[in-house]
């Protein structure tokens, strides 16, 4: 199965990752790009979800509530902290766009452990991570240190070109707290100009899975297991939301063997 997904369309919904094609067991991401007065809704049945506004602007009834509009940013790349809104399983949301959009829907399976609520812009702040041509800025959306989710940990990050992300590599694929624990994840990929391109590595110790994959504008690339580096070229910047679940929602990863002597020890 290829970890490679192309959109299937440049309007309305344009993914659809479900853990049923993915061939993995927690983590959705679906992508709605739409035009101003639009509208998107499902219900999350038995599942978490996290609305990201990539881009644009619109009007969020989710859980019963009226949230009012969302969003800020016509262009990720201005970098501004994301608004986003959290619904917990057995419930339902719709939004009604004031301008273009682009929301992403993160999925996994919910608990009913958390209520509704806004995430961001408040509290986000652009962090830098690594140095030299290993660094990259992140907005964490819901990681681990933020209680918002049962299952979900979300979080994007912003690449500069010529630099490398994800890096050093790492895997998260085995249940094996605290010393490791098993996360799937998605990327989804956006580049700057839109025309560019990036790499992404998808590849195991054993080497029983190695897939190197030319990402594109709205690609999203999958990680079922093993090290997942990303790499921008010399003038193209890249931007990815990642979407992690698995059956413990905590982040503990191991280093390659090849890089591990880059470690913080």
């Known amino acids: 199965m290829s970890l490679l997904r192309r959109p299937f369309g440049t309007h309305g919904k344009v993914h659809e990752i479900t853990p049923q094609s993915a061939g993995w067991r927690y983590v959705g991401f679906s992508l709605y790009r739409l035009r101003a007065g639009e509208t998107a809704a499902e219900a999350t049945g038995d599942?978490?979800?996290?609305l990201v506004m990539v881009e644009g602007k619109a009007r969020i009834r989710a859980a019963g509530q009226d949230w009012g509009?969302?969003?800020?940013?016509?262009?990720?790349?201005?970098?501004t902290p994301p608004h986003c809104l959290y619904v917990p399983n057995g419930e339902g949301w719709e939004a009604v766009t004031e301008t273009d959009c682009t929301i992403a829907v993160c999925s996994a399976p919910g608990?009913?452990?958390?209520?509704?609520?806004?995430?961001?812009?408040?509290?986000?702040?652009?962090?830098?991570?690594?140095?030299?041509?290993?660094t990259r800025f992140i907005n964490n959306?819901?990681?681990?240190?933020?209680d918002f989710c049962d299952s979900l940990l979300v979080t994007e990050v912003f690449t500069p070109?010529?630099?490398?992300?994800?890096?050093?590599?790492?895997?998260?694929?085995?249940?094996?707290?605290?010393?490791?624990?098993?996360?799937?994840?998605?990327y989804y990929h956006r580049l700057n100009p839109r025309d560019g391109w990036a790499v992404q590595r998808?590849?195991?110790d054993d080497g029983s899975l190695d897939e190197t994959m030319a990402v594109k504008d709205g690609d999203v690339a999958l990680v079922p297991r093993g090290h997942h580096p990303c790499g921008a070229p010399h003038g193209f910047e890249?931007?990815?939301?990642?979407?992690?679940?698995?059956?413990?929602?905590a982040w503990r990863f191991l280093p390659a063997p090849e890089v591990e002597h880059m470690m913080p020890r």
């Open 111 to 134: 608990r009913g452990g958390h209520a509704a609520r806004r995430i961001g812009p408040e509290g986000i702040a652009l962090t830098q991570r690594g140095e030299g041509s290993n």
């Open 202 to 204: 998808v590849y195991t």
């Open 238 to 249: 890249l931007y990815y939301l990642n979407v992690m679940a698995g059956p413990r929602r």
């Open 161 to 186: 070109a010529g630099h490398w992300s994800s890096y050093p590599s790492h895997r998260h694929d085995e249940d094996d707290f605290p010393r490791i624990t098993y996360l799937e994840e998605t």
């Open 69 to 79: 509009v969302l969003g800020e940013r016509m262009d990720v790349f201005e970098k």
């Open 141 to 146: 959306i819901a990681m681990e240190a933020e």
């Open 47 to 50: 599942r978490e979800v996290v």
